[in-house]
């Protein structure tokens, strides 16, 4: 076979979905020798992609804008150009929307709840403007109608697209995500934080419930006066941090608790392990790779029971309700301070994240290409 994988949704600064498309592109270079693969690439992100493998080739279109209209209008007319000009026998469309006219059979994979309508409407009701959301409930509909086969990242996922859109379960299927199993081993830089300390690790979205993690802080402190700081590590595109730090200051806590921005991947692995707790307390996910990465460290995780989290936490987390500020405190003093409980934890979180290797994830995408190209 000849797969075209659209990467153009990904750029360097894009959290989840360049970690998706990163680790999928080279274990499927690991585990595929036999089909032939296109990395369409743009100049924005062809640095991401370092596959060496002598069946993969780049192909990078002229696209220098990550603005993503505009990225989704040219695509429509790119993509089929370039399938049928190197005789492409699968896409593979991994941000969410599909190609309306790929030029042959094309894998969608939907690994961002944000995108459908109600779940959006829910969670974020002001964060697009008018056009963009027209745009998403006009664009989306058709790109799960134009994909032949669609890959959810998660049960969840599968869920509410059989409840809002018209699709035939058989046309989905779940192929979660990996996680880098070397992350428990020791490696990489530790930034300069205090000691012991709480951690969070996550883009800055309002929807991650981060104020309701500042006042289970809050409450640790006053009730059980617990000796951690608080470490939230991740970009803050939206400029939460602002209205965070009134929490902080209104509480007197400017001193335990430190916004560290953005870290290099480098670093992120010994923030891990060196936390006490991780604590994910974000209303929506579509997988949630955190806390996977933070059980491959071995370090105990306290996290929500909202959408995919408590399907890939499994028994291997502290599971609360992230608007109970009375629940998440007191899940996480139990983390920092019952020894028998955090060495269950960190056992279970280790033997948990066995069942997500990205090689797993490349097996059986790999299986959904074959599939539609043999029904073709």
């Not at 924005?44 to 596959?51: D, G, P, R, S």
């Not at 969670?123 to 664009?139: D, I, T």
Request: hydrophobic share 40%; charged share 25%; aromatic share 10%.
């Amino acid at each position: 076979m000849n797969i075209a994988i659209n990467t153009l949704s990904v750029t360097p600064q894009r959290g989840g979905a360049k970690t998706y498309l990163v680790n999928i592109v080279k274990s499927l270079a690991d585990v595929d020798k036999d089909n032939s693969y296109y990395l369409m690439v743009s100049p924005i992100n062809e640095a991401l992609f370092k596959v060496k493998s002598k069946n993969f080739k780049k192909i990078t279109l002229p696209l220098y804008s990550d603005n993503i209209p505009l990225r989704l209008l040219l695509e429509q007319f790119l993509i089929y150009f370039y399938t049928k000009k190197y005789k492409i026998d699968v896409l593979f469309s991994p941000g969410n929307f599909s190609t309306l006219f790929p030029g042959c059979r094309q894998v969608l994979v939907m690994q961002n709840s944000l995108i459908i309508g109600h779940v959006r409407k829910e969670h974020v009701p002001n964060e697009a403007s008018f056009l963009r959301n027209l745009g998403y409930n006009l664009m989306f509909p058709l790109s799960i109608k134009s994909a032949d086969k669609i890959i959810a990242v998660s049960h969840d996922i599968k869920k509410h697209l059989l409840s809002q859109m018209t699709v035939p379960e058989q046309k989905i299927r779940v192929v979660y995500e990996g996680v880098d199993m070397t992350m428990n081993k020791d490696s990489g830089t530790m930034p300069m934080f205090p000691k012991p300390y709480i951690l969070f690790l996550s883009t800055l979205f309002k929807y991650k419930k981060l104020d309701r993690l500042l006042k289970a802080f809050v409450l640790l402190k006053k009730d059980y006066n617990i000796p951690h700081f608080l470490v939230v590590v991740g970009r803050d595109p939206k400029g939460e941090v602002k209205n965070l730090k009134r929490i902080v200051e209104r509480e007197r806590l400017s001193e335990q608790i430190i916004f560290a921005g953005a870290l290099p991947h480098n670093e992120i692995e010994a923030v891990y392990k060196n936390a006490d707790v991780f604590v994910y307390p974000s209303a929506v996910e579509s997988f949630g790779l955190p806390v996977l990465e933070a059980m491959a460290c071995g370090t105990p995780v306290v996290a929500s029971n909202r959408m995919s989290v408590p399907e890939i936490c499994g028994d291997a987390a502290l599971i609360v309700d992230p608007d109970n500020v009375m629940e998440l405190a007191d899940a996480i003093y139990r983390a920092v301070t019952d020894e028998t409980l955090r060495k269950t934890l960190v056992r279970k979180g280790l033997e948990r994240v066995r069942r997500f290797t990205w090689k797993k994830a490349a097996q059986e995408t790999i299986e959904v290409f074959k599939e539609i190209h043999t029904s073709a």
